[in-house]
């Protein structure tokens, strides 16, 4: 429950910012203070149990999200390594698609994340770098499938396929 709540209101904070100036009660207008408060609800509902969830061997509750040096490591991979990831994985698949040398495939990745949160973050990561895409997540162990762009071993590591991600998802998530 606690999830619940922290997740809305940092979710109405954030939509407070996002409308400043929009109105006459406190720089609001009433339709943005109710549909702010409809939306942070539910947010808070859907996204409270991915920030703040269950690690997957215990069922302990943890806030380990609210601790601004994860949010500070999170701008800090985005800025860094995940756009420069970006960059050469256009560069990468450009050149595929100019010489015509595409060798796709669905891989099984093991980055050895434990929190659903982690794994979400490395999958979304994986998705939004061109040329790989996370197809699914077996529940049990964690283990990635990834369609990518280029495989060039049967059975690659989650570095060959998706470089640092893994370590980022892990120094954020868990």
Known sequence: MLAFFVTAIVAFIFYLSLTFGSGTIGAWSIEEWISGAVLSLIVGAIAGRV???HKRQGKKSSLRMLNPL???LFLVY???PFLWAMAKANLDVAYR???GKIRPGIVRISPGLTTDFGITLLANSITLT???LSVDVDEESGDLFVHWINVKETDPSAKAVCGSFPDWARRIAE
């Open 51 to 53: 920030a703040f969830d």
């Open 130 to 132: 061109p040329g790989t």
């Open 97 to 99: 698609v100019i010489t």
């Open 70 to 72: 994860r949010w500070l």
């Open 78 to 80: 985005l800025i860094g």
